[in-house]
């Protein structure tokens, strides 16, 4: 439902508020919506309740490492790509070529040499 949707239903009164909430309590990706009117009658707060969905954290391990191995191969081609290239290359985000960057850097895997710009790695 759009926000101008939203509006427009809520503009027209009780009887739209009503029906409002009739068909936003039967959406099935919402198992729960609590309604709170105030004293009034004029305004009301919605509070929908998201699923849990449980990871087991197996996926993020796995494919940082998996990130970690595509980043130190394509430097051992290219030890003049940059941050960006990487990405664009591996297919994540900076922040995540970042993350792992520095991961490798702690590890003793990865060193950059030479300034920020205009420096190169050094795969160990």
Do not use: Y
């Not at 027209?12 to 729960?32: H, M, T, V, Y």
């Not at 709170?36 to 849990?52: P, S």
């Not at 900076?94 to 920020?116: W, Y």
């Amino acid at each position: 439902m759009k926000k101008s949707e939203l509006k427009a239903i809520t503009a027209k009164g009780e009887d739209s508020r009503l029906q409002f909430k009739q068909d936003i309590r039967n959406a099935d990706a919402w198992p729960q919506i609590d309604f709170i009117e105030d004293r009034d009658g004029c305004l009301f707060t919605a509070t929908v309740h998201r699923k849990v969905v449980k990871s087991s954290g197996k996926g993020s391990v796995k494919t940082s490492v998996k990130t970690s191995v595509k980043i130190l191969a394509a430097l051992k081609k290219d030890e003049n790509l940059t941050i960006p290239e990487l990405a664009l290359l591996i297919g994540v985000t900076e922040r995540s070529i970042e993350r792992n960057i520095k991961k490798l850097q702690e590890q003793g895997r990865l060193r950059c040499i030479g300034p920020a710009r205009g420096g190169h790695w050094e795969v160990r």
